[in-house]
Structures are given as C-alpha cells and as structure tokens.
C-alpha cells in the first residue's frame, strides 16, 4: 500500500513500450484497458487513504525531499488522479471499436503506446510534487498528443498537431523558464520547499519574472483565452478517443497546475493581494466564455462546436479560481470534475456517431435522433449537463460559481455566467435539433443504432452527469474540502 | 394511504401513464383509456390530500438532497392543493375533449401528443407541491421543456417560429433573471424554504429585497407580465386541446402560482410592502391589464384574442400578489380557479368551431351560432364569467380584488380593474353576439355542432363557472388559508 502513488505512474508508464511491441490487433487495446483499469483502482484507493489518513508524501528512490523527487498526495490532486483515472477507464474500452475503425491497423500498437503515454504524463503531474518533474510530465503527455492528434484522419490533422506543437511547445518553454528561474532564487525545485523559500525572495524582480513565466506557460496549457486557438483544431481533427479523453483530463490537469503554481508555490497573498491577477484572469476569462461560446454558435462541426465550448467552460474554471476564495476554488475544482463528466460523454457521443456516420458535421447528425435514439440521448443528456440544468452536474458547479461570485458582491459576474448559459442553450439546441426535428437524410438511410461496446461507456458517463447532479457527497463536497487544503486549512 | 406517499404520487402516476401512453400507442382506444384511467387516479390521489391540509396540516416529504439546504421536496399547503384541484380535474376534461378534437382533426403524432401532455401534468403538480423554491423551480423548467413539443406539433415552419419564441422567451426569463434571484436569494439567506412570513431577515436592505423581488416577477416569465408576455400568443400554434388547458390553465396559472407562492412564502407580505417593492410593478402590472385587452381588441384571429385576454387576466392574479394583502392574495387565488374555468371553455369553443366549421378569424364567425347553439352558448357562459358578471365565478375572485384595491386605497388601480370589465365586454361578448345575431349570407346547411366529446367537455366546464358561483364556499375556505 505504501507504493500506491509509485505505482499509479509506473503500471502505466510500464504499460506504454509493452502496448508498442505487442502485435496490431485486440492486444494493446486489452493491454491499455487492463491498465487504465487497475489505474482507477489504484486512484480510488489513493483517495479513500487521503481521506482516511490526510496528506501522503513518498520518496521516490528512498530519496528524502526536498533533495530527492517526492510524491505527494492530498485531497486535492488525489481528485484530480481519480478524474483523469476515471476517464481513462471508461474512455479506454470505448477505443477498441473506435480506433480500429479510425486508425490504420499498422499504427494501433504505437496508438496504445502515445494514449497509455498521455495517461501516464497526466497522472504524473497530478502526484509530483517537484515542479521540474511536473515539466517533465507536461512534456510527456504534450508530446505524445501531438503525435496522437497526428493520427488523425482527417489530413488537417498534421497542421492541427503542428499548431498544437508551436504553441504547446511555446507554452512548455515558459513554464521551464519560470521553474528555472524560481530554483535559481531558492535552490529547490521541491513545491513544499519553494513555497517555503519564496516569501523571503518574494519582492525581487525575478520572482515576478518567474511568476509571469509559470502563469503564461500554464495559461498555454490550459487554453486560456486569448492562448486558445490551438485548441478547436486540435480537438477537431483528432482521432474521436483521443479528443474525448484530452478534452475531459488534459486541460483539467493544466487547471490543476495553475492552482497548485498560484496557490501552493506563491500562496493565496502573493498571487492575489500582491500581484493583481484576479482582475487580468476575470477578465481574460468572461472576455473568452463570451467570445468563445458565440464562436460555439457558429460552428458546422459538432466536434469543433464542443472544442469551443471547452474553451469558454475552462473560462468558468478560472473564474472560480480567480477570487481566490474557498467558494470560488471549490466551484473551480466542483468544475473541472462534471466538466470532465459532460465533455466525456459528448465527445464519445461524437465518438459513436463518427463511427456509423463517418462524420460528426451538424449537417450529418440530422435526424439520427431516430436512428441512434441511445447515442443521441446520452448526447441530449450531456448537452443538458453543459448548459448547466438543474439534477445535472453542470448545475451543481455552475451554482457554486454564481454564489461565489455573489458572495465577492458581483452580481454582474453571475449575470454573465446565466447569460452565456444561454448562449450554451443554443449551440446544444443547434445539434439536439438536426438530430430530432430534421429528417432523416436519404443517403443516411441504413446507419443503425451504434454497438453495445460503444453505447456503455458512453451511458456510464452520461448517467454519471445524472448521478453526480444528486448526489454532490463525491464531487462538491471532496471539492470543497480540497479547496479547503489548497488553501491552507485543514481538510 | 398517507398524505407523504400521496404527494410523490401525484408526480409519479401521470409520468406512469405517459409511459403507459407511449407503449399502447398502435392501439389508439387502448391509448386514450390509458390517458382518462391515469386522469382519474391522479384526481383520486390528489383528492386524498384534501381532508389534512383543511384540517391545517401540512405534509410534507424529502425526496433527494442535493447540496446543502436545496432538497428536492414535496409539501402539500392550501394555495398548491388549489392549483392542483383545478389542473388535475381539467385536465380528465381536456383529455376527453382533445380525443374528440385529434380524431376529428385527424392529427398526426398523436402518441407524442398524449405522452407529452401527461409528462406536462406532472411538471404541474410538481410546481404544485413544490416545497421549496429550488424544487419549484426545477419542475418549472421541466414543464417549459414538456410543452415545447406539444406547441411544436404541427411540425410546420410557423409552429417552430412559435415554439422558438416561446422556448426562448420562457427560458430566457428563468435562467437570466428567476435562477439569478434564487442564487442571490440562497446567497443572502442560505435557504429557499417557502416559510409563513418569508425567509428574509429585517437586516436585508430594502433595494435588495425590491431587486430580488422584481427579478422574481419578470424571471417567473410563465405569468406573462409585460413585456415578456410574447411567448403566450406565439404558443397559439398548438393544437387547441394545449392552448385550453396549459395556456389557460397548466402553464399560465404556474405563473402566477409561483408569483403568489414567492410573495407569500418566500418574501412575506409584510416585507414586500415595508420595502415597497411592490410599488412600481402594480402599475406595470396594471398596464399590463389594460394594454393586453386593447391588443386583444384589434385581434381577428380568435385564438389570438383568446391569448391576449389572458395576458390581461394573468394580470389580475399578478396584481392581487402584487398588493400584497391578505385580500390581494384571497382575491388572486381564487381568480386561479375562476378564471381557469371561464378560459378553458373559451378555448374549448375556439377549438369546436376550428373542427366543426374551420373558422378560425372572428370575422368570419357570423351567423355560426345558430349551426353550433351548443357550442355558442358554451361560449357566452365563460367570456361572461370572465368579464365578471353574475351569475358566474369570475364575479368572486374580481369582487376581492376590487375589494382590496379599495382596502389598499389605490382608486387608480381600482379604475383599471373595472375599465378593463368594461373591454373584456367589447372583446369577449362581441364574438357570440356575432354568432347569434349577424348573418353571414352564406349558406350554412353543410355545417353542424362539433364532435360529441367536445361538446361534453365545454358542458361540463361551463357548468363549473355557475357551480363556483353558487357554492364558492370550499374555493373561498382554501383561499383564506393561504391568505391567512
């Protein structure tokens, strides 16, 4: 039990060269699934002991910290592991069918390779507690999505992952040098360490520097607005596994980096009271939600439909972060888990659709209502969850934004939030026609219901956005109590 | 069976039966047996109901918690139990006349219809019994989505501009401004409880509590108060079995239901007046009385018509909410009941003649009465009702409403309300006397009254606005519960 965080990154990492040398075929799919499997066990049970016994610290090697690589586990990123783990484990099964039909069959063991490589990265991130091997894994799942997108086949894909590379590079570089940087300060690279050590360097023009650095970088990342033209395409073009799985955990675990740069390694005071970057963050981000959903608006792709409303959801998720308040922090982190519920369940959705239609175009979603009545429910229902109706979870973090906005006084913020929740009810209302009220096209005659294989996961995340918009004990309460750790308190 | 199963009852029978509905749709008689059966068990049901809240209690049951102080909960109190002894009971009418109305239409879909228009019944003793305003307002949004495919049942492109402005207007108004409020609210209090007296402390300042309360009125879009009012002539595209019982009766009256409910139970009488909150609204709900009728007098289209003395008669019940006294609210609530009655007959009729004779303009309406007497003096009983006159219910619920605008001593709003009688007069009673006493010069040999079942069903609504009137004394005890 004590090697738990290890193994949350070794099984996959493991996992990946093995997924390469196997075989074309069922295998490194069976492979990838055993592994995301046996990583959601491994994240439940890391965060069942967080509970039960508070923060974990392991040395890597027997290394102690702050010299060695430490792992460290709270409430915080052990929620965020179990997203992405979670994820993982419903969106793996789903690619056997799908990536077969969307992948040459030359390149599906280096396809389980890159993605088991992005889910290593990703639950990297989350565990590290070094800010370099933070990069480092940033850079281990960046690279391997640019390959994955490359994938795709659609030929756009190539410019896609190439304008994902520029900028992602771009944005890797700047969170290098800020660590960079703020070791040449403090001389650690430890979280816990650095944000012991900055305080006493805090007002020098390099900690600043290193700050900016650190934020923009991960602002990058994160796709936030105006850094977010990367990522439509990206989401596009990509293979309908990948974009599901990226589009549910890549950015998520970005937003978590951004929280543990601000609030851990600066501290609430420093990021907030002594740099003033809740009016640039709520600014940029109500800017992007407007922006970026009215883009949604005019969208012919669904994919690139939901590629804009991920920008503007991730809008939400910085806003909440940028009151630096606990209201505000556990909207955020409320957030980033049923964002990754309903973002799941739509692209996989897409995903089912791609796969009997051949297309996720809005032209060809039409009537399909009655054609692939279950594809197209889940996909009302993650529609639902987006715009944020009540017994979804969308609500439940949409609730919790507008009540942290009310309670720093700006209703204003709240009226923006209602407002583009409207705009969300019309992109969604866009697809949910042409797949109902439109007929059902000639050539589209024989497309029948998609498989079971892709129909479950797809009803496990769909179903989850019903569960989790009723029962908030396992998504808004651990948020709430994560935004308390965050913060400084006790969980 | 106790009051705390009956309440989750009357949500889950008509859900049931929509399921019922949607299966037995290849066998049509088989189907509208399913739709009168699952009618008669929710009037049963609700009925049980109505011994413990005369008695003064107040059941209630906890059916999900969701986040901290917003469960999902049922309770049964005099002014819901009211709203749902007047939906549940038309709603069995309805069904008979919309049987009679989609065969001799020969309308298509008519799974979808039924299916959908019990799903909307449910939503409405949701709303009903609602017992705080998070689950009210949950069952609000269920019941906008409910009707939109029953305003959009034509399948034309003129029912899906209609279905768009009403889903727009409806959802707009809730999310922009109703769930604001709400948020704000839960903000301010930390609950959402309906309580006696209200939930607002005496430290919350008063422009807040008239800036809540005015984004309450207008989020609460379904009680059309201008200038959110345009979703109720556009819903006008459905067929007429919808627009007698949902936008006369169902969606309409959860308008002004929930208005009633927020003033009553949520901010407390005396909190809106202290804060005079209510001051500026009663004159827009004033206009609102009087600008609809002057609409409603330049409109041929009969349904039309139908629509915009609505929006003036919604006004009345908002007005009475709006005064903010125990008369106000006795006189608002029982106009919920009045009113229902004297519109769906109007709508009934509307919808006989569109059947019988494919009228649909007033203008073309002369001479018709003498082919369809029935239906004519259906027709005659309810606008007469409505414009207040006795020996029909509409005379009780205007009597206090009058009544507590002279209480309140505000003589101007006394004005509009007798005023606007006076054009209920020139715009409802214009329409039979046409019927009756024009003649067309057309020949009228080919036409006869409508189909049985519609005829029954305006029967017996029309016999239930002289019954209100004779034996208002159930209605009014009700009422006085609410107003205290």
């Known amino acids: ?491 | 069976m106790t009051p705390e199963t009956a309440l989750p009852l009357t949500i889950v029978i008509p859900l049931v039966g929509a399921l019922l509905v949607a299966l037995t749709g290849r066998a049509p008689n088989l189907r509208e047996t399913m739709t009168l059966v699952t009618g008669v068990a929710l009037l049963i049901i609700v009925s049980t109901l109505v011994p413990p809240v005369l008695s003064g209690a107040v059941p209630e049951i906890v059916l999900v918690s969701t986040l901290p102080g917003l469960p999902i909960a049922l309770s049964a109190e005099p002014l819901g139990l009211l709203f749902a002894l007047v939906a549940a009971p038309l709603w069995i009418v309805t069904s008979i006349y919309a049987i009679g109305y989609m065969r001799g239409h020969q309308e298509h879909n008519q799974t979808r219809f039924f299916a959908a228009f019990a799903v909307a019944i449910a939503s409405t003793m949701g709303v009903a019994f609602a017992d705080n305003m998070f689950t009210l307002f949950l069952f609000y949004e269920a019941l906008t989505v409910s009707t939109y495919p029953l305003v959009t049942h034509a399948g034309t492109d003129k029912a899906r501009r209609g279905g768009r402005v009403y889903f727009g207007i409806l959802i707009s108004t809730s999310i922009l401004f109703q769930l604001l409020a709400l948020a704000w609210t839960y903000s301010v209090t930390g609950t959402l409880d309906f309580a006696a007296g209200g939930i607002f402390a005496e430290s919350v300042p008063d422009w807040l509590i008239g800036v809540l309360y005015a984004l309450f009125v207008f989020g609460i879009g379904k009680a059309a108060l201008m200038p959110f009012h345009r979703w109720l002539p556009a819903a006008m595209v459905a067929p007429t079995p919808v627009s007698a019982l949902l936008h006369a009766v169902a969606v309409v009256k959860a308008g002004v239901f929930t208005v009633l409910k927020v003033t009553i139970y949520l901010f407390g009488l005396d909190t809106v007046t202290n804060a005079g909150a209510n001051d500026w609204l009663l004159y827009v709900a004033a206009a609102t009385i009087l600008l609809a009728s002057f609409v409603a007098m330049t409109k041929d289209n009969l349904k039309a018509r139908l629509a915009y003395s609505t929006v003036s008669q919604l006004g009345y019940i908002v007005l009475g909410a709006l005064l903010a006294t125990e008369l106000g609210v006795l006189g608002g609530s029982m106009h919920i009941a009045t009113h229902a009655f004297g519109k769906i007959t109007l709508f009934f009729a509307a919808g006989a003649i569109m059947v019988a004779a494919h009228k649909t303009e007033v203008s073309q309406l002369d001479g018709l009465g003498r082919a369809m007497p029935i239906t004519f003096a259906a027709f005659t009983i309810g606008a007469l009702s409505i414009v207040g006159l006795p020996p029909f219910a509409g005379l009780w619920s205007k009597w206090y409403l009058a009544l507590a605008t002279i209480e309140a001593d505000r003589l101007l709003l006394l004005g509009v309300l007798l005023l606007s009688s006076l054009l209920n007069v020139a715009y409802l009673l214009a329409i039979p006397v046409r019927g009756f006493f024009l003649n067309s010069g057309e020949d009228q040999a080919e036409l006869q009254e409508a189909p049985r079942a519609c005829l029954l069903a305006m029967g017996v609504t029309a016999a239930g606005c002289v019954i209100l009137f004779f034996y208002p004394d159930f209605l009014y005890r009700l009422a006085m519960m609410v107003a205290g």
Request: with cysteine; aromatic share 12%.
């Open chain 1, 1 to 491: 039990m004590e090697q738990l965080p290890a193994l949350l990154i070794v099984v996959p990492l493991l996992g990946a060269p093995l997924a390469a040398m196997l075989p074309s075929g069922r295998l490194p799919w069976l492979l990838a699934t055993a592994v995301s499997w046996v990583g959601l066990a491994l994240a439940v049970l890391l965060l069942a002991r967080v509970l039960d016994t508070g923060t974990i610290s392991y040395a890597v090697g027997g290394w102690l910290p702050p010299w060695g690589i430490e792992l460290r586990i709270d409430l915080l990123n052990a929620f965020i592991a179990l997203i992405v783990a979670g994820i993982g484990a419903v969106v793996t099964p789903f690619a056997g069918p799908s990536a077969t039909a969307e992948i040459p069959s030359r390149n599906i063991s280096l396809f389980y390779c890159l993605f088991l490589l992005i889910y290593t990265g990703l639950l990297g991130i989350t565990v590290t507690d070094d800010i370099f091997n933070m990069f480092v894994f940033l850079e281990i799942s960046s690279l391997a999505s640019y390959a994955l997108i490359a994938l795709g086949r659609d030929r756009r894909a190539l410019t896609a992952a190439y304008q994902y590379l520029i900028m992602g590079t771009i944005g890797a570089t700047f969170f290098l040098i800020g660590v960079g940087l703020a070791y040449s300060l403090t001389g650690t690279l430890n979280i816990i360490d650095l944000a012991a050590r900055l305080p006493a360097v805090a007002d020098t023009r390099t900690a600043h520097t290193a700050f900016a650095f650190l934020v923009a970088g991960v602002g990058l990342k994160l796709a936030l607005f105006p850094v977010h033209l990367w990522l439509p395409n990206a989401y596009t073009y990509a293979p309908s596994v990948v974009s599901a799985f990226i589009a549910a955990t890549a950015t998520k675990v970005a937003v978590y980096v951004l929280l543990r740069v601000l609030f851990t390694v600066f501290g609430t005071e420093y990021s907030f009271d002594y740099i003033p970057l809740t009016p640039i963050l709520i600014v940029l981000s109500v800017v992007g939600i407007f922006a970026t959903s009215l883009s949604a608006l005019t969208q012919i792709d669904a994919k690139r439909l939901l590629a804009y409303s991920s920008v503007a959801q991730i809008g939400y998720m910085v806003v909440g972060l940028a009151f630096g308040t606990a209201a505000g922090l556990t909207a955020a982190i409320t957030h980033i888990f049923n964002h990754a519920l309903m973002k799941g369940a739509l692209f996989l959705a897409l995903g089912a659709v791609a796969y009997r239609v051949g297309s996720t175009r809005i032209r060809d979603i039409e009537g399909l209502g009655r054609a692939m009545p279950w594809t197209m429910s889940a996909f009302a229902l993650g529609g639902l969850s987006l715009i944020g109706v009540p017994l979804t979870a969308g609500f439940i973090s949409k609730w919790y934004l507008i009540l942290a906005a009310l309670e720093q006084g700006w209703w204003w913020l709240a009226v923006v939030v209602l407002a583009t929740s409207l705009i969300a009810v019309m992109y969604v209302w866009k697809i949910v026609e042409a797949a109902w009220f439109r007929a059902l096209p000639a050539h589209h005659a024989n497309v029948t219901e998609a498989p079971l294989s892709l129909l479950v996961p797809v009803w496990v995340l769909a179903a989850a956005n019903i569960w989790f918009g009723i029962d908030t004990r396992w998504s808004a309460a651990i948020a709430a109590q994560a935004a308390n750790v965050l913060l400084g308190g006790a969980p």
